[in-house]
């Protein structure tokens, strides 16, 4: 069962240990982590088989994403702001 990880989804991929091993290797000879670029692999497929659902798909994840880093500048943004109340407060 996938499990949330922050706006992402987690999930286990169980993969044959030969197989593994060559996806390690493509990894290392690109510079990449295995699991960036597996998820790369898993994306391409997705796009090669529905192009028109892939596209809708990425593009709200690139609204959420872009959502999540707004919310974080605004939290940062108010904490800056309460500190600097309750040093005048002092």
Aim: with cysteine; aromatic share 8%.
């Amino acid at each position: 069962m996938p499990l949330k990880h922050g706006s992402k989804i987690y999930c286990q991929l169980l993969l044959d240990t030969n197989r593994y091993k060559l996806a390690e290797k493509l990894a290392a000879e690109r510079g990449v982590r295995v699991t960036g670029m597996l998820r790369e692999f898993v994306y391409s497929a997705l796009f090669q088989i529905q192009p028109q659902e892939y596209d809708i798909a990425e593009q709200a994840d690139k609204e959420a994403w872009a959502e999540s880093v707004q919310r974080r500048v605004e939290g940062r943004q108010r904490s800056k702001q309460e500190k600097s109340e309750s040093d005048k407060d002092a």
